[in-house]
Nanobody, 124 residues
Framework: QVQLVESGGGLVQAGGSLRLSCAAS????????MGWFRQSPGKEREFVAA????????HYEDSVKGRFTISRNNAENTGYLQMNSLKPEDTAVYYC?????????????????WGQGTQVTVSS
């Protein structure tokens, strides 16, 4: 079994920054794409960012481009989401996800493993 554990969420004022981490553990599951998603109350889970297994390609949802940066450290099996210039509309539970793939995976349905989520609240 594979476990993903997020950390780094919290309460921050608009314009502030947070760095989310996602630690993967358990059985090896090959080269994997890692993604971040978020869900606000009453809304569907939405894609935020994804990074290819070797870190050389990333993709972002339009509203976070230029503000969020996804990265990974494969030696430590950890992924990160650096969030800058946060806005109240970024408030959500953020989930990391992983799936065995050599390509970028952008849809939630294609991810196999999920973390429990971490709350990010941005006050105005």
């Amino acid at each position: 079994q594979v476990q993903l554990v997020e950390s780094g969420g919290g309460l921050v004022q608009a314009g502030g920054s947070l760095r989310l981490s996602c630690a993967a553990s358990g059985r090896a599951f090959g080269p994997y794409c890692m993604g971040w998603f978020r869900q606000s109350p009453g809304k569907e889970r939405e894609f935020v960012a994804a990074i290819k297994w070797n870190g050389d390609t990333t993709h972002y949802e339009d509203s976070v481009k230029g503000r969020f940066t996804i990265s990974r450290n494969n030696a430590e099996n950890t992924g990160y989401l650096q969030m800058n210039s946060l806005k109240p509309e970024d408030t959500a539970v953020y989930y990391c996800a992983a799936t065995t793939a050599y390509t970028l995976v952008l849809t939630a349905a294609e991810y196999t493993y999920w973390g429990q989520g971490t709350q990010v609240t941005v006050s105005s």
